[in-house]
């Protein structure tokens, strides 16, 4: 297998891939794959229950949110969550700090709801995240919605937005996690809402995680569609209609190693933390690679970097193809490379990455 840096869908750790492999026919002697078992049957809801529960006990969910195992892409939520959360009325308010924060308030906005910009990086070009003391949430704030890291800049929070409105009420927390969940502890009571698309840190592409506070449940209008309401998913244990059941069962798959193989998100956080700063120490070194981001903002996940002449950007991409390091070509709307060091890249991947980049600049630079 070669080295992907795909920033989604992204890398799956092998042993996964290979367990799946091994039960894809006949799972566990029942005689069927997962694939083909109904999801209402005790095989599935064992499999979904123990994916829950272990990915509960990864990230330390307390017993007062609810799990859900959704369809739709982390983008649906940008519509449902408004749609959950403002039924009674009150503000949107966001941080901008790229593309898909950008996407999420302007998915508010089509829908008719009241949003307010509470800060944005726009101003530094989106390098920087704006600082706490500069956010200034709207009296009816009924959340604050942000993006711990924005995929396509490289960008990733350092700190957690807290925000109190003039009336004293604490404003709840919506962070858009696709593509930093599970890639460090954190800790879920400070949130109202945290949401990921499963295909960087948690498994294929087709599963969206929702992790909502009870009391943020069941505040929708009865008008939107059942299958967009969190407190009837809720009630039906993510199975209003049929789930992706075999993403969920990868997912939990997923959980399992970073479980067992890793020992958890504390050993994830010191593996990720050597993977990037790896990386930036060599873009930091050279004066053929750069990386534009604020020192304290760079995304752990997401590696942005361009050559010194984007004239060699085509020989860079199509060398490191060759070399078997796949998927380094930057988003299409900034261009330039991106290397994604989700929690299935080995440190390996990055140390082929790097000793490759020192050899094209030594040749091509
Ligand atoms: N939010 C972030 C931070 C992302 O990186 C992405 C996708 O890459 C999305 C939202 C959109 O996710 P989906 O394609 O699952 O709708």
């Known amino acids: 297998r070669h080295y992907n840096f795909c920033a989604g869908p992204a890398a799956l750790p092998v042993a996964v891939l290979e367990r799946a492999r091994s039960e894809l026919v006949d799972y566990q002697g029942r005689g069927l794959s997962v694939m083909e078992m109904s999801h209402r049957s005790d095989e599935f809801v064992a499999i979904a229950e123990k994916a829950e529960a272990d990915f509960r006990q990864l990230l330390g969910v307390p017993e007062n949110y609810k799990v859900l195992f959704l369809q739709g892409g982390a983008s649906l939520q940008f519509s449902m969550l408004p749609m959950n959360?403002?039924?009674?009325?009150?503000?949107?308010?966001?941080?901008?700090?790229?593309?898909?924060?950008?996407?999420a308030l302007n998915e508010a906005?089509?829908?008719?709801?009241?949003?307010?910009?509470?800060?944005?990086?726009e101003p530094n070009g989106h390098v920087a995240v704006p600082e706490h003391d500069v956010l200034r949430v709207s009296k009816d704030a009924a959340y604050l919605h942000y993006t711990s890291n924005e995929t396509i800049g490289g960008l990733e929070f350092d700190y957690t937005p807290h925000m109190t409105r003039e009336d004293g009420q604490s404003v709840p927390l919506v962070c858009d996690m696709s593509s930093n969940i599970l890639s460090k502890p954190i800790d879920v009571s400070e949130f109202g809402v945290i949401y990921a698309g499963a295909q960087k840190n948690i498994g294929p592409a087709g599963l969206t995680l929702v992790v909502v506070r009870d009391d943020l449940i069941g505040r929708a209008k009865p008008d939107i569609p059942s299958l967009f309401d969190y407190q009837m998913l809720a009630e039906a244990g993510s199975m209003v209609n049929t789930p992706p059941t075999y993403a969920w069962y990868l997912a939990g798959l997923v959980f399992e190693w970073l479980r067992n193989d890793i020992g958890g998100l504390t050993a994830m956080d010191?593996?990720?933390?050597?993977?990037?700063?790896?990386?930036?120490?060599?873009?930091?070194?050279?004066?053929?690679?750069?990386?534009?981001?604020?020192?304290?903002?760079?995304?752990?996940?997401?590696?942005?970097?361009?050559?010194?002449?984007?004239?060699?950007?085509?020989?860079?991409?199509?060398?490191?193809?060759?070399?078997?390091?796949?998927?380094?070509?930057?988003?299409?709307?900034?261009?330039?490379?991106?290397?994604?060091?989700?929690?299935?890249?080995?440190?390996?991947?990055?140390?082929?990455?790097?000793?490759?980049?020192?050899?094209?600049?030594?040749?091509?630079?």
């Open 109 to 121: 906005k089509r829908l008719g709801y009241a949003c307010h910009v509470a800060g944005s990086s």
């Open 85 to 103: 959360l403002l039924g009674q009325g009150g503000s949107a308010d966001f941080i901008q700090t790229g593309i898909w924060g950008k996407k």
């Open 270 to 365: 010191a593996i990720n933390q050597r993977k990037s700063d790896k990386l930036y120490a060599a873009i930091e070194a050279s004066d053929f690679y750069s990386n534009p981001i604020a020192e304290q903002n760079r995304s752990r996940m997401n590696v942005p970097f361009v050559l010194a002449d984007s004239a060699l950007d085509k020989a860079f991409l199509q060398e490191a193809d060759q070399a078997g390091l796949l998927n380094l070509k930057g988003h299409r709307s900034v261009g330039g490379m991106r290397a994604s060091l989700y929690n299935a890249v080995p440190e390996e991947a990055v140390d082929a990455l790097v000793a490759f980049m020192a050899d094209f600049e030594k040749r091509r630079g």
